[in-house]
Every structure is written in structure tokens, then in C-alpha cells.
């Protein structure tokens, strides 16, 4: 069993960053793929980001690539959102997710585990 739960989010303005962070307590958090998807009012759930197990392969969805940085520390079981250059269409839930997969996340848009969600709101 894995427990995430994820933080950092709030209001910010348009152009603005944010830091999310998502901690994982259970297994060992270096077996698990790791990432990030949103869900905005009345819109499915989408995929924001993904990164390995290692931290060598790192995805991102179209719409966030060159804003968002995801990345994580093996050490602190913890895995990271930083995003910059926010626009409205940011605001959503985010929700950190595990997987034993890669695979899993980035292409089957599913995961293992998931977090409950941090709201990160971006006005314009």
C-alpha cells in the first residue's frame, strides 16, 4: 500500500508559479513511476506529467511542456510539480499518483495509487 498526499496548492495569479509536492509514505517509493494529473470543473481527469521510478525518463502533456517541471527525490520518498507561467486553463485538482509502471501512467492514463488532490487556482 502506498499513501500520497500531495500540497502546495492555492491561488495565484496569471503568469505566477507554484511548487506542488507530493509525499508518499508505504513501499519503497524508487520502485514506483510517478505522476500528475488535473481535473478541471465539468472536464475528465487529464494527464499533466510523468517521471520513472530512477527519474531518467520524464514526460509531460502538450499543453503544460516548457511551464511544468516534474521531478522527485528518491531520498525524501517526495515527487514535485514546479509550474510557471500559469494560465487560467491551469486551474484544476491536481492529483499525484504511483504506479509500478511507467507505462501504466503515461500511456494508460491510470495508476495504483492516488492522492486526494491539492486545487490550484489561477485567475486572470
Known amino acids: 500500500q502506498v499513501q500520497l498526499v500531495e500540497s502546495g496548492g492555492g491561488l495565484v495569479q496569471a503568469g505566477g508559479s507554484l511548487r506542488l509536492s507530493c509525499a508518499a509514505s508505504?513501499?519503497?517509493?524508487?520502485?514506483?513511476?510517478m505522476g500528475w494529473f488535473r481535473q478541471a470543473p465539468g472536464k475528465e481527469r487529464e494527464f499533466v506529467a510523468a517521471i520513472s521510478g530512477s527519474g531518467g525518463i520524464i514526460y509531460y502533456a502538450d499543453s503544460v511542456k516548457g511551464r511544468f517541471t516534474i521531478s522527485r527525490d528518491n531520498a525524501k520518498g517526495t515527487v514535485y510539480l514546479q509550474m510557471n507561467s500559469l494560465k487560467p486553463e491551469d486551474t484544476a485538482v491536481y492529483y499525484c499518483a504511483a504506479a509500478p509502471s511507467l507505462y501504466t501512467i503515461r500511456v494508460g492514463r491510470a495508476a495504483d495509487y492516488w492522492g486526494k488532490g491539492t486545487l490550484v487556482t489561477v485567475s486572470s
Open positions: 508505504g513501499r519503497t517509493f524508487s520502485a514506483y513511476a
